[in-house]
C-alpha cells in the first residue's frame, strides 16, 4: 500500500516538476517578445518624430514658394497680370 503512494506521489511531483519548467519556458519566451515589441515600439517612435520634423520643414510656406518658383517655375500674381470676369460680358 505504501508503495502505491509512493509512486503516486512521484508522478504527481514528476508532473509538478514539468509544469514548472514549463511555465518557465513561457515566462521567458514572453519577455523576450516583450523586449521585442519595446524595441520596435522605440523605433517607431523616433521614427514618427523624424516624420513630425519632416512635415514641419517640409510644409513651411517660405519653402513651398520657393519649389514653385525654382521646380515649376511660377510667378506671383501682379495686378497688371490679372484678368476679372464679370457675368454677362463675352
Not at 512521484?10 to 519595446?38: D, H
Request: proline share 3%; with cysteine.
Amino acid at each position: 500500500m505504501s508503495g502505491r503512494i509512493n509512486v503516486v506521489l512521484l508522478i504527481a511531483l514528476v508532473l509538478c516538476a514539468l509544469s514548472l519548467v514549463n511555465s518557465q519556458y513561457q515566462a521567458r519566451r514572453l519577455f523576450i517578445e516583450l523586449e521585442r515589441a519595446q524595441s520596435l515600439s522605440k523605433q517607431l517612435d523616433i521614427e514618427w518624430a523624424q516624420l513630425q520634423l519632416d512635415q514641419s520643414t517640409l510644409g513651411k510656406h517660405a519653402r513651398i514658394e520657393a519649389v514653385a518658383r525654382r521646380e515649376l517655375q511660377m510667378v506671383p500674381v501682379t495686378p497688371a497680370r490679372t484678368q476679372y470676369l464679370t457675368p454677362g460680358a463675352k
